[in-house]
């Protein structure tokens, strides 16, 4: 790629996708912005023109994903009391498995590299959003097996998302069925 990157390329997305495969391959601790500039082929000033660090470049690749839940979860805190009903919750984990699946290769990298993920500066808005969303999902006061459940289901939509020869239509479906069965949700509503 030449200095101002290939026509009609976004250079930005670009370095994204190289540090992810970087990041991926060799952790983000390892990871350096000359290799990313190496790898697109431009100089290392160019990387900086676009971003002055590695965690920058982090939290771009970040940001889909927390401003994506932020954006569920306000939306289920708005009407808080309708997660009462099944189908509410329902919808509210289709959501969330679907904006996983939608950034499903940073979220596995994520999984896989907690120690680099720990350099985001979204690391905290990740937490909360994590804690919002496990008690939107409990609903008020649980008993242990239900804390416990709910736990579980958290773990197995982020968890499954590490298995890359699995179609995502497939891997939707499937995930979505055990969810449910761990959150003794309905697949649909009584009577439709």
Known sequence: MSEQGRAGTDTAACIREVALDLFSRQGYERST???IADALGISKAAVYYHYRTKVEILDDLLRPSVEGEESIISDA????????????RRALV????????ANRRVTTYALNDLAGIANSTHLERMRHND???????????????????TAA???????????PDVPEDVLRRELLAVVREVLDLPAKDPGT
Do not use: C, F, I, T
């Not at 804690?131 to 459940?149: E, F, I, K, T, Y």
């Not at 289901?153 to 298995?163: H, R």
């Open 153 to 163: 289901a958290m773990g197995a939509m982020v968890a499954v998302l590490a298995l």
């Open 131 to 149: 804690a919002r969303l496990v008690s939107l999902l409990a609903n008020g006061d649980l008993s242990v097996q239900q804390r416990v459940r």
């Open 77 to 88: 805190e708005a009407d808080a009391s309708a997660l009462a009903d099944a189908a509410h």
């Open 33 to 35: 912005l000359r290799e």
């Open 94 to 101: 289709e959501r969330y498995v679907d904006l996983l699946l």
